[in-house]
T-cell receptor, first 112, second 113 residues
């Protein structure tokens, strides 16, 4: 298994632009998580899905952030419009029920 | 504040020595997990210990859990340079979904030759 796949690995964009981050979870995993990691705030859970259904989006910072999971093998996290304070590493992780989470390599986002 | 707080924030040891890092948390848990993160990489799951377990081993790793003190420790024995990384504890809540982990602030471990 290739593990959790994220794309792009790096994204540099200008303030106000739309950013879309993509994730392919490990096949057979029921849960998918989106995290954001910064030096100041550490690792924060943004949203998670169970069987493609959003369960808890209380960590999504504001309406500029949205996430979808149209099927079991794909999820997106969109930021529109992006702001410099959104600069961070965004991780996707998947999990087979309440067990260990498997993280992707992350997307390093820089908003200028 | 973070559910899990690791201590120390940073630790520097020589190869061959043991490394111990601690995690304290605030609310009742279903399980506690430890993860490693190498610089610029995603987190890697190391070990999971359930609330009814007190100690667990995996290779050179030993994890203890004291639910009365709401604390856990991770011991890495005979450390190697390749163990250099940040280590995070993560707690799964007792109520609600046990899949929703809360991560601590991490311990940065440096193992020198």
């Amino acid at each position: 298994d290739a593990g959790v796949i994220q794309s792009p690995r790096h994204e540099v964009t200008e303030m106000g632009q739309e950013v879309t981050l993509r994730c392919k979870p490990i096949s057979g995993h029921d849960y998918l998580f989106w995290y954001r990691q910064t030096m100041m705030r550490g690792l924060e859970l943004l949203i998670y899905f169970n069987n493609n259904v959003p369960i808890d989006d209380s960590g999504m910072p504001e309406d500029r952030f949205s996430a979808k999971m149209p099927n079991a093998s794909f999820s997106t996290l969109k930021i529109q419009p992006s702001e410099p304070r959104d600069s961070a590493v965004y991780f996707c992780a998947s999990s087979p029920q309440a067990r260990a989470q498997y993280f992707g390599p992350g997307t390093r986002l820089t908003v200028l | 504040s973070q559910q899990g707080e690791e201590d120390p924030q940073a630790l520097s040891i020589q190869e061959g020595e043991n490394a111990t890092m601690n995690c304290s948390y605030k609310t009742s848990i279903n399980n506690l997990q430890w993860y490693r993160q190498n610089s610029g990489r995603g987190l890697v799951h190391l070990i999971l210990i359930r609330s009814n377990e007190r100690e667990k081993h995996s290779g050179r790793l030993r994890v203890t859990l004291d639910t009365s003190k709401k604390s856990s420790s991770l011991l890495i024995t005979a450390s190697r340079a390749a163990d250099t990384a940040s280590y995070f504890c993560a707690t799964a809540p007792l109520t609600g979904t046990a899949s929703k982990l809360t991560f601590g602030t991490g311990t940065r471990l440096q193992v020198t030759l």
